[in-house]
């Protein structure tokens, strides 16, 4: 199974930036779409962004701010946050999906980004 492991949160004052990363413990790149969700205090689970190749998918709460890459070898993926609002503030998930499957199978443990106005 895949394995991931987020890194990247901490606090930051609103308009600033911060860089998620999700570590894989296996090529990940064309098999399975890898995503980053959040989910902020008494609120549902949210869909940031997604990548698969070259396919990218983004909210329409964090388009033309965040951005959501992959490194040459596959195995990691990123989440620049630019511009960051009080309101992007959430445990942020990694998550992995087979192509094959319907859901996301795998998830990271999350890791926390607070973001003060």
């Known amino acids: 199974q895949v394995q991931l492991v987020e890194s990247g949160g901490g606090l930051v004052q609103a308009g600033g930036s911060l860089r998620l990363s999700c570590a894989a413990s296996?090529?990940?790149?064309?098999?399975?779409?890898m995503a980053w969700f959040r989910q902020a205090p008494g609120k549902e689970r949210e869909f940031v962004a997604a990548?698969?190749?070259?396919?990218?998918n983004y909210a329409d709460s964090v388009k033309g701010r965040f951005t959501i890459s992959s490194d040459n070898s596959g195995n990691t993926v990123y989440l620049q946050m630019n511009s960051l609002k009080p309101e992007d503030t959430a445990v942020y998930y990694c998550?992995?999906?087979?192509?094959?499957?319907?859901?996301?199978?795998?998830w990271g443990q999350g890791t926390q980004v607070t973001v003060s106005s």
């Open positions: 998550a992995a999906k087979w192509i094959l499957h319907s859901e996301y199978d795998h």
């Open positions: 296996a090529r990940t790149i064309s098999i399975y779409t």
């Open positions: 990548i698969r190749g070259a396919s990218i």
